[in-house]
């Protein structure tokens, strides 16, 4: 028990520790010298100095960031909010995309797996884009949706930045579970399947009784995988598209050239991503024991 407490907690603890003392080392320091000037008279000068001069420490980075930390679901704006309130508005589109991702690469992989006939027509073309960097997806996604508005009843209206912002996501982030559930369903035993022709399983209960079950964990890879790729592309998209959340709140303070608040973005998409892949794994390992 003393082990595994000093696997899980203490040992993270003093990682997180060297990197925080590594940051407090190479970033900037004020200090403060009187000199004299031109005419004779003492000034007090303030300047930065250290490897990384203009870099905030730790304590300035907290004392800059208190207030979207401590109220953290505050709106004084559409663009000065609480920092969980960004969080919420970008993981809402993020999990649209998710979605989308899911719905269009999970049959395409079974596609790929099943068919050599279809891996040969697609292959080329998935290999083409899936290298294509989202920077270079979301300008394309503004041409295809540039007139569209979509008012879903219940949901809300989607604009022209808002589509292009989904279509970017779901692109960029389909091709994990695209190429491991192709994966998967190449890797299944032949005698799974002869047994379903034996039993003379129609195709959908072969689908579900015997290819789905047998695929199961390289789908939960590709999944855990697009997941953190769509997390990632949501900053470039709200960046690119202005619209609120920790992505566009980042391109807005880095114009402002508030170092702190950047460093608060990062550190923010970083433990998200952090908790959104740990809780990938806890329904992953849901399903291995049902």
Known sequence: MSKLKLDSLLLPLVGIAFCVLLWWSIAGKSITKQTKDDWGDVVTVTKRVGLSA???????????????????????????????????????LVAQGYLIALLIGTPLGFCLGLSKTF???????????RPVSPLA???????????AKINIPGVGIYTASELA?????????????VMNTAVGVRAIPQDYLNVARVLKLSKTKTLFKVLVPATLPYM??????????????????????GKPGV?????????????AHIILCILTIGVVGYVLDRLMSVVEARFKTI
């Open 247 to 259: 992505g566009g709140f980042l391109w807005q303070q880095y114009n402002a050239l508030s170092y």
């Open 119 to 129: 891996t040969k027509v697609c292959d080329p073309i998935i290999q083409i884009l």
């Open 137 to 147: 997806w979301l300008p394309l996604g503004m041409v295809l949706f540039l007139s």
């Open 165 to 177: 912002a989904l279509f970017t996501i779901a692109i960029c982030s389909m091709w994990p579970t």
């Open 220 to 241: 939960f890879t590709g999944f855990r995988l697009s997941l953190g790729i769509a997390w990632l592309v949501i900053v470039a998209a709200e960046m690119l598209t």
């Open 54 to 92: 203009d870099l905030p420490t730790p304590g300035e980075t907290w004392k800059a960031s208190r207030d979207y930390i401590v109220k953290p679901f505050a709106k004084r704006g559409e663009l000065d909010q609480g920092i969980l309130a960004f969080t919420w508005l970008s993981l809402k």
